[in-house]
């Protein structure tokens, strides 16, 4: 952890890296270990991924370390690289990819249709595969930058933006067809 801490410039950065680094390291580590079946291989996945949180480390707020939400995306980012160094292992070449509901329930029916409505949505989003519920996540959920999420998921920004363009599509068409 040392020479992370030393990879960062300011104290509060230090600070917040080393919050994430005793609360996740080890979910991270089962992360890597669940894909990659090699606890050795799994150490070096878990020092890259922190490596790419380094990187992203001004995004995160520090009251949110503790959330869910950052939890998932240190899974995320963990579950990527992962992916990426076993692809890597088994010289698999990676496929190359082309690149605001807002409302306000005045009743309880109002309220049901709602929440029949975002169940259908959850529905429609497990039906995506995983390339775009990744960039999906990290684009919405957590607010990063295409570049931000290039770095985390290893893949180039056109590659982020042609992802997330296809996933809103895709959403759209099973919506659509929910709704028939």
């Not at 801490?5 to 080890?26: A, W």
């Not at 996945?45 to 995306?73: A, G, M, P, Q, Y």
């Not at 240190?74 to 692809?87: E, L, P, Q, V």
């Not at 957590?142 to 290039?150: D, F, G, Q, Y």
Request: hydrophobic share 40%; aromatic share 6%; glycine share 2%.
């Amino acid at each position: 952890m040392i020479v992370f801490c030393d990879m960062i410039g300011s104290e509060g950065g230090q600070k917040k890296f080393r919050q994430i680094y005793n609360l996740y390291r080890r979910t991270m580590y089962a992360v890597a270990v669940d894909i990659i079946k090699d606890s050795h291989e799994a150490e070096d996945i878990l020092e890259e991924s922190l490596i790419k949180v380094i990187r992203i480390l001004d995004e995160i707020h520090e009251s949110s370390i503790k959330t869910k939400k950052c939890k998932n995306l240190m899974i995320t980012i963990a579950k990527n690289t992962a992916i990426d160094h076993w692809r890597k292992l088994q010289r698999i070449p990676l496929p190359i990819e082309d690149t605001k509901i807002e409302d306000t329930c005045q009743n309880v029916e109002e309220l049901y249709i709602d929440t029949e409505n975002f169940k259908e949505l959850l529905l429609c989003l497990s039906e995506l595969d995983d390339i775009y519920l990744d960039v999906l996540n990290l684009k919405i959920l957590h607010h990063l930058s295409s570049k931000h999420i290039a770095e985390i998921l290893n893949i180039s920004e056109v590659n982020v933006n042609m992802r997330f363009l296809r996933a809103k599509k895709k959403l759209a068409k099973k919506w659509e067809e929910k709704k028939r």
